[in-house]
């Protein structure tokens, strides 16, 4: 019997890759709990998927804090009361600062919709695609202080066509995205890397 390890998933948006991670784990049997969803927006979507998933929630607003620091103190703090082994970021759109890795280094990864080191940052689709390339794709990677910049873990490439409008290379990396993320996990698991 593997032990359960217990992760927290943090996103600001919509969820969708929080439901594909979540139902993953279930149907693939992972040893793993999904303890926690740490948002840092009000009246988002993956709130209500987190519900629906049966999954606690925390949500952060850091302009309640006087700085990023407080705010993570406060996460860190939810982290250590629910014993966290890892931390997966689905869609969370902040740099996570030294008060959090701090607690996690190695024990953070993150998702990007574009083969980094290109198109870093909030727009990598949509950046990728106003640059004309042919192909761009997801990367897993390591979080580290800086932005999208941690060490590659997986890659994984996607087709950009002549004929796409920028929702069709959104849907077809989502596509990816929701297969792959759980795929990579699962491998880490093996390996023992959490």
């Given at each position: 019997?593997?032990?359960?390890?217990?992760?927290?998933?943090?996103?600001?948006?919509?969820?969708?890759?929080?439901?594909?991670?979540?139902?993953?784990?279930?149907?693939?049997?992972?040893?793993?709990?999904?303890?926690?969803?740490?948002?840092?927006?009000?009246?988002?979507?993956?709130?209500?998927?987190?519900?629906?998933?049966?999954?606690?929630?925390?949500v952060?607003?850091?302009?309640?804090?006087?700085?990023?620091?407080?705010?993570?103190?406060?996460?860190?703090?939810?982290?250590?009361?629910?014993?966290?082994?890892?931390?997966?970021?689905?869609?969370?759109?902040?740099?996570?600062?030294?008060?959090?890795?701090?607690?996690?280094?190695?024990?953070m990864?993150?998702?990007?919709?574009?083969?980094?080191?290109?198109?870093?940052?909030?727009?990598?689709?949509?950046?990728?695609?106003?640059?004309?390339?042919?192909?761009?794709?997801?990367?897993?990677?390591?979080?580290?202080?800086?932005?999208?910049?941690?060490?590659?873990?997986?890659?994984?490439?996607?087709?950009?066509?002549?004929?796409?409008?920028?929702?069709?290379?959104?849907?077809r990396?989502?596509?990816?995205?929701?297969?792959?993320?759980?795929?990579?996990?699962?491998e880490?698991?093996?390996?023992?890397?959490?």
């Amino acid at each position: 019997m593997s032990i359960i390890k217990k992760i927290a998933i943090f996103a600001s948006g919509e969820g969708s890759n929080f439901t594909a991670l979540c139902q993953a784990f279930t149907r693939e049997k992972m040893p793993v709990e999904v303890a926690l969803l740490v948002c840092d927006h009000q009246n988002v979507p993956v709130l209500q998927r987190a519900e629906n998933e049966g999954v606690p929630t925390m949500v952060v607003n850091f302009r309640d804090y006087p700085d990023k620091a407080s705010a993570e103190a406060v996460i860190a703090a939810r982290l250590a009361a629910e014993q966290i082994d890892f931390i997966l970021l689905a869609g969370y759109m902040r740099i996570i600062g030294p008060t959090l890795l701090a607690g996690y280094a190695g024990k953070m990864v993150n998702i990007h919709p574009a083969l980094l080191p290109n198109f870093p940052g909030r727009h990598g689709i949509e950046d990728a695609y106003e640059a004309g390339v042919s192909t761009t794709g997801v990367t897993i990677h390591w979080v580290d202080a800086g932005v999208d910049s941690g060490q590659i873990i997986a890659q994984r490439q996607v087709p950009i066509y002549n004929t796409d409008q920028l929702t069709d290379l959104e849907q077809r990396i989502h596509q990816v995205e929701h297969k792959f993320y759980p795929a990579v996990v699962k491998e880490l698991l093996e390996k023992g890397e959490f």
